[in-house]
T-cell receptor
C-alpha cells in the first residue's frame, strides 16, 4: 500500500510566485518522521526539512515553510517567491519508528512533484 | 551537513560484465547506508539496507546475488551489479544516516548517484 502520496505530478509557475506542494501520508506508527527532499536535474537528492510526529509546529526557514497537520495526515511544503533555481523534483518521504513495522530508518518516498519555474 | 560521496557518477559497460559502485561518508561514520534505484521520471525505490559488519537486508523482489552489497567499514559501502544486462540500466543512489544519538537522527544524506548504462 502506498504510504506517501504526492498527487501533483507537475507544477509550473512564473518566477516570484509561491508554490505549494501537497503530501499525504499513511502510517500506523505513532512515532515517525516526515521529510522533504529536492532533486535538481543533476540527480543528487538534497535534504530540505524534517519533522517528527510529535511536533506539529509549523515553521518558516528562509523561503521554505511547511504545514504539518496530523489530523489530515498531511505535510505540505511551500516555496515563497520562487526562483528559477528552485526548478527540480521535490519528494516527500516518511520514516517510521518501526514500532509496528520493521521499517525503522527506511525512507518511503512519494512519487515526486516536478516544479518548473520560468523567468 | 554530512557529505556522502558516490563513485563513479556515470558508467557504461558491456552486457555480462560486473560493475562496482562505491558510497562513502566523508565526514561522519555511517553504521547504516541505503541503496536505491531510480528509473526515469519515477521515484526512488529502496533496494537494500547496508549495515556495517553484517549482511545487507534486501527489499522484496531485489535479487541478492545480482546486487551484491558490502559494508566493510563505517565509511564505505559498495554495490556490485553482477553480470549486468540492459534491464539493469538505471540511476543508482546511495544514502547514509548519522548514528543514533546524533541530533540529525533519521536524516539520510544522499550521494550524487551513479548512472549505469549497460550495452
Amino acid at each position: 500500500a502506498q504510504k506517501v502520496t504526492q498527487a501533483q505530478t507537475e507544477i509550473s509557475v512564473v518566477e516570484k510566485e509561491d508554490v505549494t506542494l501537497d503530501c499525504v501520508y499513511e502510517t500506523r506508527d505513532t512515532t515517525y518522521y516526515l521529510f522533504w527532499y529536492k532533486q535538481p536535474p543533476s540527480g543528487e537528492l538534497v535534504f530540505l526539512i524534517r519533522r517528527n510526529s510529535f511536533d506539529e509546529q509549523n515553521e518558516i526557514s528562509g523561503r521554505y515553510s511547511w504545514n504539518f497537520q496530523k489530523s489530515t495526515s498531511s505535510f505540505n511544503f511551500t516555496i515563497t517567491a520562487s526562483q528559477v533555481v528552485d526548478s527540480a523534483v521535490y519528494f516527500c518521504a516518511l520514516s517510521e519508528a518501526g514500532v509496528t513495522t520493521d521499517s525503522w530508518g527506511k525512507l518511503q518516498f512519494g512519487a515526486g512533484t516536478q516544479v518548473v519555474v520560468t523567468p | 551537513g554530512a557529505v556522502v560521496s558516490q563513485h563513479p557518477s556515470w558508467v557504461i559497460c558491456k552486457s555480462g560484465t560486473s560493475v562496482k559502485i562505491e558510497c562513502r561518508s566523508l565526514d561522519f561514520q555511517a553504521t547504516t547506508m541505503f541503496w536505491y534505484r531510480q528509473f526515469p521520471k519515477q521515484s526512488l525505490m529502496l533496494m537494500a539496507t547496508s549495515n556495517e559488519g553484517s549482511k545487507a537486508t534486501y527489499e522484496q523482489g531485489v535479487e541478492k546475488d545480482k546486487f551484491l552489497i558490502n559494508h566493510a567499514s563505517l565509511t564505505l559501502s559498495t554495490l556490485t551489479v553482477t553480470s549486468a544486462h540492459p534491464e539493469d540500466s538505471s540511476f543508482y543512489i546511495c544514502s547514509a544516516s548519522l548514528p543514533l544519538g546524533s541530533g540529525a537522527k533519521n536524516i539520510q544524506y544522499f550521494g550524487a548517484g551513479t548512472r549505469l548504462s549497460v550495452l
